[in-house]
Every structure is written in C-alpha cells, then in structure tokens.
C-alpha cells in the first residue's frame, strides 16, 4: 500500500507478532508530546522459514487522543516479550537514519502482550527448550 504519487510515500497498514528485541526507552518532544520507542523482531512464518534472519523494526506509541499508549508501553514491555503490534508504516526522514538503513518506522495504534517474560519468571516457567529423543 505504497505509492509514490507526488514523490510522497502514503502510509500502509501493518499488523506484526513478534519478540521485543529492545525495551522501550520514552521520549518528550520539545512540543511536550510523550512518546515510547521500541523494537520488535520478526521472522517470516511458514514452510519457507527455516533459518530466516530477524527482521527489526522500529515501533513508536505515543500519547494523545485520551490513549496513554506510550506511558503503557513503558510501564509494561520488557525486552523478550512476545506482542501484536497493528499501526501504520511512516517513511523515516532521511536526516534521522543516521545509517542505520532502516526506511520506515510503525506508528502503533494498538497492541497487545501476548506473553510476557516477566510474568513467566513470577510464576516460575522456563523457556521451552528442544531436547533430542532418544531414538529405541
């Protein structure tokens, strides 16, 4: 859902499941906006996905509208949880990649925590591991 009418990117609807890679770090904007910014990995899902490297991308959530998304993100993901994120792609200006090489950023809308690192160490689950069968 991109077109580049004008010279302008439009903004494309994006729904990803994925493992926070870095955990939120927030910002205020010199306008006094909040705003939390974090990373999510991502891997293609289906037959093809062997060994597939992660894909990263750059998520914000701000505050407005009544929804404190970027006070919630803060106060509740940690680095390895599991979430569904649902927002819009915005191209990044180029002055901001500093090399980084990414080219668009989510802006979140919605999200939520599937699985959280965090409350499986409360109640005492461990990661599940693969372990060999022993073949008889």
């Known amino acids: 859902s991109q077109s580049l009418a004008s010279g302008r990117m439009k903004r494309g609807r994006v ?4 493992r926070v890679t870095k955990g939120p770090e ?3 904007t010199p306008s006094g906006e909040a705003v939390s910014r ?3 990995g991502t891997t293609v899902y289906g037959p093809l996905s062997g060994e597939v490297p992660i894909d990263r991308h750059r998520c914000l959530a701000w505050n407005g509208g ?6 919630l993100v803060l106060d509740n993901l940690r680095q390895g949880d599991v979430i569904y994120v649902e927002g819009q792609l915005q191209a990044v200006p180029r002055i901001v990649l500093e090399g980084s090489g990414e080219a668009c950023q989510v802006i979140v809308r919605d999200l939520q925590l599937l699985e ?3 409350m499986s160490a409360q109640l005492g689950f461990e990661a599940a591991r693969v372990r060999p069968v022993d073949a008889e």
């Open 15 to 18: 729904q990803l499941l994925g």
């Open 26 to 28: 927030f910002y205020v």
């Open 38 to 40: 974090f990373e999510l």
């Open 66 to 71: 009544g929804r404190r998304l970027a006070d």
């Open 116 to 118: 959280s690192v965090q």
